[in-house]
């Protein structure tokens, strides 16, 4: 199973809001998730990788009001 961090998914910062919803999503979810360690001159700490199948559900199903289709695929 691919996983990847939202850096890599979204082709940008994802900033810490964005990063807490997701994994406030995934942890309720009971979707499991992996850390690495980055260091660049922007960033220096442990992020948070998620399977791709769980990033393309989560921002494809967003809706306005904050909810999400939770129907994932494993």
Request: contains cysteine.
């Given at each position: 199973?691919?996983v990847?961090?939202?850096?890599?998914?979204?082709?940008r910062p994802?900033?810490?809001?964005?990063?807490?919803?997701?994994?406030?999503?995934?942890?309720r979810m009971?979707v499991?998730?992996?850390?690495?360690?980055?260091?660049?001159?922007k960033?220096?700490?442990?992020?948070?990788?998620?399977?791709?199948t769980?990033?393309?559900?989560?921002f494809?199903?967003?809706?306005?009001?904050?909810?999400?289709?939770?129907?994932l695929p494993f």
């Amino acid at each position: 199973m691919e996983v990847v961090s939202l850096f890599d998914y979204l082709g940008r910062p994802a900033g810490s809001e964005l990063g807490s919803k997701v994994n406030k999503e995934a942890q309720r979810m009971g979707v499991s998730y992996r850390t690495k360690h980055v260091s660049n001159p922007k960033w220096s700490g442990n992020i948070h990788c998620y399977p791709r199948t769980f990033l393309d559900l989560y921002f494809k199903n967003r809706q306005g009001n904050g909810t999400y289709n939770n129907k994932l695929p494993f």
